[in-house]
């Protein structure tokens, strides 16, 4: 069906569409591009869970994909990465499953929430992927991320040991 469905869409004469019904038909294509992601993200999971590579001779799931699906070495790692959404906890993969942010976003968001502390990190991806269904665009989710990050930082373990230290910079030619 979904072959069926693209098919149609290459085969529409786009040059003799409104451009009202062209932004309609391009945001459709990123909706799906978002829940087609989340659905390859948990397939890629349980096919590596299975080590299902191996019975094409093959030494892990990323040369499967380049050398049996024919991608490049750059979308199959993209491809990897959104199977580490689908591994971790679920905030970020369900905000693509729903449409509330696109896989560039998702990608994205995964890479700022890097940096914060595992214990927070669900909570703060969940926070994140709610401003994007509320319309926050992707300078204002950098902008909470910051904040989130802020929020959470553990101290500076140099803080203890240099705290009676005045602080200063010097510049000199």
């Known amino acids: 069906m979904l072959e069926s469905a693209m ?11 409104p451009a009202e019904a062209l932004a309609a038909c391009l ?9 087609e992601a989340a659905a390859r993200g948990r397939f890629l999971e349980a096919f590596d869970a299975k080590d299902g ?25 993209e491809h ?8 971790e906890p679920e905030p970020l993969l369900a905000g693509l499953r729903e449409q ?5 976003v998702a990608l994205q968001l995964a890479r700022w929430t890097g940096s914060i502390p595992a214990e927070f ?14 319309g926050a665009d992707l300078r204002a989710l950098a902008q909470i991320c910051a904040e989130i990050q802020y929020r959470t930082a553990p101290p500076d373990p140099h803080d203890d040991n240099d705290k009676h230290l005045d602080r200063g910079l010097s510049l000199g030619t």
Do not use: P
Not at 59 to 69: D, E, F, S
Not at 80 to 87: E, F, R, S, V
């Open 27 to 35: 945001r459709g294509l990123e909706r799906a591009d978002a829940i």
């Open 53 to 77: 590579y191996l019975a094409d001779g093959r030494r892990n799931t990323r040369t499967w994909l380049v050398h049996c699906l024919r991608v490049t070495r750059g979308q199959a790692g």
């Open 121 to 134: 990190r669900e909570q703060a991806e969940e926070i994140l992927v709610a401003a994007a269904r509320a």
């Open 7 to 17: 098919g149609f869409l290459v085969d529409a004469d786009a040059a003799a569409m």
């Open 80 to 87: 990897k990465a959104i199977q580490a959404l689908a591994a």
């Open 100 to 104: 509330a942010v696109t896989t560039s």
